[in-house]
Structures are given as structure tokens and as C-alpha cells.
């Protein structure tokens, strides 16, 4: 059994669009460099998707970000640098995925 409590929303539109799907992994050896003071990051690798673009017919209105929790997912800090991949031009550029690579030791 799974007990499941519900928490108000966490990680927020903001100018760059709503916050929509993609992957989720716990950064153990601080690859992201966002863990602080011995505490764990958790990263958050999702899809911006701005309406407006959406609306107006344009190809990139989705792009991807990132953003980091400390405190087990109940508040997020998104990226300064984001969004960090641009969509190229495409009309579906979301849903974004994240895998350890071993032989580079890095995501």
C-alpha cells in the first residue's frame, strides 16, 4: 500500500511557458552540481510550452528546461540558463528524456 498526500503545486509557469512532461532522476553524486549542504538534487528535465506561440501557429513555442529540488520535490529551482535545448523548428519538441551514461559518468 501507497500512502499518497496531496501538496499544493510545486514547480510554476512562468514566461516560458507552462511546465509540461519529461523525466525526473536523483542527482546521488552531484553531477548537476545543484545538491548544497549535503543535501541530494533532484532534477526535473521538462518541456516549456508557451501558448501564445501555440495560438499564433509557430513551430517552437516548446522548448526544454530544467529545474532542482533539495527538499524531495516540494519546491523547485529552475535553471538560470534555461531553456537549455531550443527546439530546432519542430512542431512536437517535447516530453524530453534522461539517462545515466556510464562511460562519461555523466547525464
Known amino acids: 500500500m501507497i500512502h499518497w498526500e ?3 503545486i510545486a514547480l510554476f509557469p512562468d514566461s516560458l511557458g507552462y511546465i509540461f ?5 536523483i542527482d546521488l553524486i552531484n553531477t ?3 545538491g548544497r549542504d549535503g543535501k541530494v538534487p533532484m532534477v526535473a528535465i521538462f518541456t516549456h510550452h ?3 506561440g501555440e495560438k499564433a501557429g509557430v513551430l517552437d513555442y516548446q522548448n526544454q ?11 523547485w529551482t529552475k535553471y538560470e ?6 527546439n530546432p523548428g519542430i512542431r512536437d519538441f517535447r516530453d ?5 551514461h556510464e562511460q562519461s559518468r555523466s547525464g
Open 96 to 100: 524530453p528524456k534522461v539517462l545515466w
Open 65 to 75: 528546461s530544467i529545474a532542482y529540488s533539495l527538499d524531495k520535490g516540494r519546491s
Open 81 to 86: 540558463g534555461n531553456p537549455v535545448i531550443k
Open 21 to 25: 512532461s519529461g523525466s525526473a532522476v
Open 6 to 8: 496531496h501538496l499544493p
Open 50 to 52: 508557451l501558448m501564445e
Open 32 to 34: 548537476t552540481g545543484f
